[in-house]
């Protein structure tokens, strides 16, 4: 038997992620039979289109993909990376300075394994998305949590960020459209931003997976797009699963500076080999079209944001700031609390998450899962019927 737990001490501290906790259990209950509405997803309902599916079917049948690739990812799809960077971003990357990875999430965790170090600090605007600051612990790091209000419309400002600064500040998290508000930095406040950063000498990682999903004539502007000299000290990550409805082909990537890009490498050789050679197929026909596919996607998200602003706003205690971009509405609703909802008075937006899986048979993520307690995030990417349906029971159980 083993005189201590046998988990080390590094990954005893990682925390699940709750949003996939909560998708499992409104899965497990719909399975079991119960009509459960999940608004706790972070994925698009849509099928990926299907000339995506069709390169990968193609891909499946031609032997070279049967074998290790480099690990950084294949060339084509580095190029079509670059392309695509260059489109979208107005920056010129070498498929040098790229490394496909299992989705997003693993080009973040390459990025903060390559760069965070034991005690350093990095700062993380909340709320937040819940794996930077794991995995920033994971690293031996410190996540620095800046905290947004309603009221400052859950954004920083360089003003807001200097009081946070110490001598072991190593990092800042930048993401626009925001996981979990919907949040958009205008152009202007990305270009402060990055001045600001430009002047502070650290680094900064920049997650632009929202990048094409942003509504009301609104565009998502990239950090190195407006300070390009922050470029030495920027890693950018990125990927397919929320554009082009991927999530389960987990291709995402990095675009760093030389010496990160060499390091990251070594730590990606070691640990991963090459991604899925028929997904990196697949995300490379998706790169390389047009953005047609994504504008009918993008048009449905935004009709269902609409109707899902307007129904929240009509509930009894509940502030919704109109989200301009990816496909999650965050409303606060402390003006709940103290109230008393089928026999339980409702103290936090934890209590209220229970309450509404509950009796209403719907899933909601609370906001102590994104360091904003308070708050609930409720994800539009799901049928406009099941939408209504699921906001419908909850106007009820609280009243509208
Ligand atoms: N960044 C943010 C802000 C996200 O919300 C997500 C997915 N929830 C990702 C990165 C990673 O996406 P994936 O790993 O599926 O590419």
Redo the contacts with the bound molecule.
Sequence with gaps: MFQTSPISQRVAHVEESATLAIDAKAKALKASGIDVIGFGA?EPDFPTPEFIVEAAVKAARDPKNHKYTPAIGLIELREAISAKTSRDSKLEVSPNQIIVTN????A?FNTIMTLVDEGDEVLIPSPF?TTYPELVKLAGGIPIKIPTSYEMGYKVTPQIIETYFTNRTKMFIH?SPS?PTGVLYSREETRELGEFLLGKGIWVMT?E??EHLTYDGHTSTSLLEVVPDLRENTVIVN?V?KTYAM?GWRI?WMISPKEVHRAASNLQSQMTSNISNVSQRAAQAALEADLSSVTAMRNAFDRRRKTMVSMLSEIHGFRTLVPEGAFYVFPEVSGVFGREIAGKTINSSMDLTEVILDQAKVAVVPGEAFGSPGHLRLSYALSDESLVEGLQRIQKLLGS
């Design positions: 972070g989705g997003g999430k693993h973040i998305w993401v996981n997650d997976i929202y990927g699963a999530t995402g």
